[in-house]
């Protein structure tokens, strides 16, 4: 099932393989991703092509410095006949949502979101409503463009399980780009692969994949090297360490394994890890670079042999 959806979903996001697989890994964990990348290299197009491969219900929210709180979770409004509150569902309300240019509305409304990312749920008016599952966010951000945009603050940041960027694609694949435009093969002829409900499945095999406890000491010595290091002035959280351990496991089980391997950790720390941390003003104006940082303190964990 999780093949044929990855394969779906390469046929039209042409050689973006490892992005792809990353954006299956946040599915398969119950993470959100969060794609920042300059404009026009295909983020809104890999969320689409994700959603019409799944049969399941789909939400675009176009940020802007307008968009309101209520806009997002909705609101409850007052029902002259029945005299009573009923709730009129926001945009929030819906399996896939793609958050486009997140960084441009207020933090007031980037905060409503904090919530249904974090538990599932929006809440107005006191009354609590469940979002419909498998429930995830997919957010786009332009890192290139400041004016009039309002950064992530990091307790919003850290609700993300990965951090992505695309990159442009090779001569080959652009051109093979252009001949699927001229052939009119676009994103919405995109059937269906599986169901909601097989979404959820493969996420409770997940969780039966095994991480043994030597490879859970191994993430979190990693974790805590981030604090020690004089170079961040913010460390990864315990939270950080939580989504490090699920995707880890759903690499397992994306490359057809019920065990986590110490390559799983390898392959997921840098994309969970890199926009949890906050460089010191020194390190900026030395132009250090976050991943090579991490990478380097990945190298000095000992890797667990069992």
């Not at 410095?65 to 029902?79: C, E, R, Y």
């Not at 009923?86 to 509305?105: F, V």
């Not at 986590?260 to 104006?285: F, G, Q, Y």
């Given at each position: 099932?999780?093949?044929?959806?990855?394969?779906?979903?390469?046929?039209?996001?042409?050689?973006?393989?490892?992005?792809?697989?990353?954006?299956?890994?946040?599915?398969?964990?119950?993470?959100?991703?969060?794609?920042?990348?300059?404009?026009?290299?295909?983020?809104?197009?890999?969320?689409?092509?994700?959603?019409?491969?799944?049969?399941?219900?789909?939400?675009?929210?176009?940020?802007?410095?307008?968009?309101?709180?209520?806009?997002?979770?909705?609101?409850?409004?007052?029902?002259?006949?029945?005299?009573?509150?009923?709730?009129?569902?926001?945009?929030?309300?819906?399996?896939?949502?793609?958050?486009?240019?997140?960084?441009?509305?207020?933090?007031?409304?980037?905060?409503?979101?904090?919530?249904?990312?974090?538990?599932?749920?929006?809440?107005?008016?006191?009354?609590?409503?469940?979002?419909?599952?498998p429930f995830m966010v997919i957010a786009t951000q332009n890192p290139i463009e400041f004016l009039g945009t309002y950064p992530l603050p990091e307790a919003q940041m850290d609700r993300f399980m990965m951090r992505l960027s695309i990159g442009y694609p090779t001569a080959e694949e652009e051109i093979q780009l252009a001949k699927y435009m001229i052939e009119g093969k676009t994103v919405d002829a995109i059937g269906s692969v599986c169901k909601d409900s097989d979404i959820l499945s493969l996420r409770e095999q997940v969780k039966n994949v095994h991480i043994s406890d030597?490879?859970?000491?191994?993430?979190?010595?990693?974790?805590?090297?981030?604090?020690?290091?004089?170079?961040?002035?913010?460390?990864?959280?315990?939270?950080?360490?939580?989504?490090?351990?699920?995707?880890?496991?759903?690499?397992?089980?994306?490359?057809?394994?019920?065990?986590?391997?110490?390559?799983?950790?390898?392959?997921?720390?840098?994309?969970?890890?890199?926009?949890?941390?906050?460089?010191?003003?020194?390190?900026?104006?030395?132009?250090?670079?976050?991943?090579?940082?991490?990478?380097?303190?990945?190298?000095?964990?000992?890797?667990?042999?069992?």
């Open positions: 099932m999780i093949n044929k959806l990855r394969n779906q979903i390469n046929e039209f996001f042409i050689g973006k393989e490892e992005v792809v697989d990353n954006v299956l890994i946040c599915l398969l964990a119950g993470g959100h991703v969060l794609l920042e990348d300059v404009p026009g290299v295909g983020k809104t197009t890999l969320a689409k092509t994700l959603a019409q491969s799944i049969d399941c219900s789909f939400g675009r929210i176009q940020f802007t410095p307008d968009t309101l709180p209520s806009d997002v979770v909705g609101v409850s409004v007052f029902n002259l006949n029945t005299k009573e509150f009923e709730y009129k569902e926001g945009a929030i309300m819906r399996q896939i949502i793609l958050a486009d240019e997140i960084n441009r509305t207020s933090p007031k409304t980037q905060s409503s979101l904090l919530e249904a990312m974090a538990e599932g749920s929006v809440t107005v008016d006191g009354v609590k409503h469940l979002l419909p599952q030597s490879l859970i000491g191994y993430i979190q010595q990693i974790i805590n090297l981030t604090r020690e290091e004089n170079r961040f002035v913010l460390g990864a959280s315990p939270r950080a360490m939580l989504f490090l351990v699920a995707a880890s496991r759903a690499r397992a089980f994306l490359e057809n394994r019920d065990y986590v391997k110490p390559d799983d950790v390898k392959a997921t720390a840098v994309n969970v890890l890199h926009h949890r941390l906050v460089l010191t003003s020194e390190a900026r104006i030395r132009k250090e670079d976050t991943d090579s940082i991490l990478n380097t303190l990945i190298a000095k964990v000992r890797v667990p042999r069992e």
